[in-house]
Structure formats: C-alpha cells, structure tokens
C-alpha cells in the first residue's frame, strides 16, 4: 500500500453534495462504496487510511478535478476505481504521492467555474429584459471583488473568513464564464460572489455595495447576499507543487463518451422544454 491521489471528475447533479452523509447519495459515498466493493476499504472502517479530499463540494455542484487521496494498492488505476463507481463520478488521472501528503492541506489554488445565464440579445428568454445585463459593470464588479477580504458577509462560516479571490470573467454568447480562484474557499463563498456581481450588472445593487459587504458590521438581512444556483458551478482546478497526476486514457477517454451523452441528452431535454413553453407561450 502506498500513498497515491486520484482526480475524480463527477455530474453533481444528482448527489447532495461531496462529504458522505447518511441516507442521502453524495459524491464520496459513492467512492467509499467502490472501494468496499473492490475490498480496499473494509465495510466498517470509517475512511480509507490516510484519506482526504481537496474540498466539499455543496449539493448540485459538479467538478472536473476533485482530487482525493489515500493508501491504496499498486493495481487501483482509475480504470479500476471506475470499475465500480456510478457513470457520472469518474476518476481520470493519478499520481503518487508522499506518506504525510494532505489533499486539503497541501493545495496551492483552487478553481471554479460558474456558467452564469446573463443573456444581452431580447430575443433570448431573460426576467431582466432587453440589455438589462451590462457587460461593464460585471467586469467592474468582479474586480472590486477580487483581492484579500474579508468574506464574513459572503458565507455561513462564522470563523477563518479573510480570503483572497481572484475572479474573472469573459462572455461566452448568452453566458458569462466567470473563473474563481484563491488557495482556499469559505462555504458558499464562490456562489455568492457571482449572485453578488451578476445584482451588480442588472442595476440591483450599486457598486459601493462591495465596500458594504467586506465592512466588518454584519449586514441586515434584508441586504444580505444570497448564493447563486449551484448546478452552474464546476470545480475546475486543484495544485499541488509536488505531484505529477498520469492521465488514464481509457478511464478518461470512457469518461468522456459518458459526459458528452449526458450533454445531449440535456440538449435534447432543453429543446423540449423550450417547446413546452413557446407553446404555452403562444395560447
């Protein structure tokens, strides 16, 4: 048994989040459930020896390079591992690591990515109407957003709040990609900053609101900062100076085929949808 760190890439979608919790499907049950089935975790061990994760995914959220690391023997290769996983949480690369290695610990920078819905042609289906979104104002938003604060307004965590995100954004059609990175995040941190900057771009909020929020008086409820939808949002990224993670082809190139069946499939779901409603539309 040695050390060895998996990237996991997962639709969250379906699970309620990553941590394992009882009675409910998360994205860790399911790895732990694999790992019973291929007899390297025992049915009443806890966790695997030397377990950790690179991050808590929240419920809906799904990730590209979730990173989990633990003891394991020289034959589980992604391949393996996926063997016995559920379709939509794949493992695709892995590297060795160091015995006293911590996948939360020892990471650098972390990554998300939000695919924020912010539509400026009228004919796209919008609740802010025809050019409500202004492009300018998210980039001045986002910047103002990024550098060391401290975040106590953007999270539930009441405790280990100053951060330093950087967020940037570019269009991408009827979406703006907005990328988020920091060497570590409070909860719900990521969401509320884009829902924060997207009130921002729709005339909701003023600008000066970002000074408000990272002031050290709590703001009242009536102001606070709800987080965005969490289905948009993908874990995109995790460093680690001292590992080299050795992509599987046939893990990945299988967890391809699987997530690109998956984004037809929602297409075709979506232009369903979009029947059922210019239909109704039109009544």
């Not at 063997?83 to 939360?104: I, K, N, Q, Y």
């Not at 050019?131 to 106590?152: E, I, K, N, Q, Y």
């Not at 993670?245 to 979009?274: C, M, N, Q």
Request: hydrophobic share 40%; aromatic share 8%; net charge negative.
């Amino acid at each position: 048994m040695r050390k060895r760190a998996f990237r996991i890439a997962y639709d969250g979608t379906g699970y309620y989040g990553f941590q394992r919790q009882p009675d409910v499907p998360t994205v860790e049950g399911a790895i732990f459930d694999a790992l019973v089935t291929l007899e390297v975790l025992s049915p009443d061990a806890n966790k695997p020896a030397g377990y950790a994760a690179a991050g808590r995914t929240d419920a809906g959220v799904s990730a590209l390079a979730q990173t989990v690391a633990f003891e394991a023997p020289d034959w589980l290769t992604p391949r393996a591992l996926n063997g016995e996983l559920p379709a939509d949480v794949r493992a695709w690369a892995a590297s060795d690591a160091p015995s006293d290695f911590h996948a939360t610990h020892d990471a650098v920078r972390r990554e998300y990515t939000y695919h924020l819905y912010a539509p400026r042609d009228s004919s796209l289906p919008s609740d802010e109407g025809e050019d409500a979104f202004d492009d300018d104002r998210f980039h001045a938003a986002c910047d103002a957003l990024s550098g060391h604060h401290d975040v106590h307004n953007l999270t539930p965590d009441d405790h280990n709040t100053e951060r330093a995100p950087t967020l940037e954004a570019a269009r991408d059609g009827p979406y703006f990609v907005v990328t988020v990175s920091a060497g570590g995040f409070a909860r719900e941190l990521v969401r509320r900053l884009v829902s924060l900057a997207r009130s921002i771009a729709v005339g909701e909020a003023p600008l000066e609101k970002v000074d408000r929020v990272f002031a050290p008086e709590a703001l009242p409820g009536h102001e606070g900062v709800a987080p965005a939808p969490p289905e948009p949002l993908v874990l995109t990224d995790v460093e680690y100076p001292d590992l080299v993670f050795e992509r599987d082809d046939r893990a990945a190139s299988s967890a391809r085929e699987i997530f690109e069946a998956r984004r037809i499939d929602r297409r075709t779901a979506g232009r369903v949808a979009g029947q059922l409603a210019d239909g109704v539309g039109g009544l």
